[in-house]
């Protein structure tokens, strides 16, 4: 009869985690997976969109074009002017699983395949604000493993660690004071450049 080999119970390494960042501390953020202050993050974000070739907002639909919660008018008010001081388009993501097989790149963010929105239009910089985070972790993780565009995650919650710049706990006043930050800097640029051109 043959013996039997019998081994010793052993741990085995689990599965890896989903993100191997840990999601920012309150009043931090992720900036290329280093946790920085969220005021300094501020400053990456709009030095980021103003370097930007071709920048995009991408928001929620029922934010930007209906009115189902009782802030949206305000919130759509600075999401736009927050759009016109970035130099981008505003692209509504719904809250809906889009209709297969059509995909209207042109005109709506498919939450499953922001990519191709982004390789249809050439788009460099993306920002997302208020997006559900299911929606917004698989956007993001297509988005950062099929394109080479740079990505911002302005999250009212936890963050998102596919994003190469993520701030939590954004709400409508963190927005206004990234459009504050973004107009100086721009006021600022064309500044130097006319006293560069005297």
Same mark, same amino acid.
């Not at 900036?31 to 070739?53: D, F, H, N, S, Y």
């Not at 934010?63 to 130099?87: H, Y």
């Given at each position: 009869?043959?013996?039997?080999?019998?081994?010793?119970?052993?741990?085995?390494?689990?599965?890896?985690?989903?993100?191997?960042?840990?999601?920012?501390?309150?009043?931090?953020?992720?900036?290329?997976?280093?946790?920085?202050?969220?005021?300094?993050?501020?400053?990456?974000?709009?030095?980021?969109?103003?370097?930007?070739?071709?920048?995009?907002?991408?928001?929620?639909?029922?934010?930007?074009?209906? *009115?189902?919660?009782?802030?949206?008018? $305000?919130?759509?008010?600075?999401?736009?002017?927050?759009?016109?001081?970035?130099?981008?388009?505003?692209?509504?993501?719904?809250?809906?699983?889009?209709?297969?097989?059509?995909?209207?790149?042109?005109?709506?963010?498919?939450?499953?395949?922001?990519?191709?929105?982004?390789?249809?239009?050439?788009?460099?910089?993306?920002?997302?604000?208020?997006?559900?985070?299911?929606?917004?972790?698989?956007?993001?993780? $297509?988005? *950062?493993?099929?394109?080479?565009?740079?990505?911002?995650?302005?999250?009212?919650?936890?963050?998102?660690?596919?994003? *190469?710049?993520?701030?939590?706990?954004?709400?409508?006043?963190?927005?206004?004071?990234?459009?504050?930050?973004?107009?100086?800097?721009?006021?600022?640029?064309?500044?130097?450049?006319?006293?560069?051109?005297?």
């Amino acid at each position: 009869m043959r013996d039997r080999q019998t081994e010793d119970y052993r741990w085995l390494a689990g599965p890896e985690p989903v993100a191997q960042v840990a999601h920012p501390e309150k009043e931090m953020a992720l900036v290329e997976g280093e946790m920085v202050p969220a005021e300094e993050a501020l400053t990456e974000i709009a030095q980021k969109i103003i370097q930007a070739k071709k920048p995009m907002l991408v928001v929620p639909a029922r934010i930007i074009m209906w *009115s189902w919660e009782e802030d949206a008018p $305000i919130k759509a008010k600075a999401l736009r002017e927050l759009a016109d001081a970035m130099g981008a388009e505003i692209r509504p993501i719904f809250d809906v699983r889009p209709e297969y097989p059509i995909a209207r790149t042109a005109v709506e963010i498919n939450p499953f395949h922001g990519d191709l929105v982004i390789a249809h239009e050439d788009y460099d910089v993306v920002v997302f604000y208020g997006v559900e985070c299911l929606y917004a972790d698989v956007a993001l993780k $297509i988005i *950062s493993q099929g394109t080479k565009c740079y990505t911002i995650a302005l999250c009212g919650k936890l963050g998102h660690v596919d994003a *190469s710049i993520t701030l939590r706990d954004t709400g409508i006043e963190r927005v206004k004071k990234l459009t504050e930050i973004i107009r100086t800097m721009r006021q600022r640029d064309r500044a130097e450049k006319y006293q560069c051109a005297k």
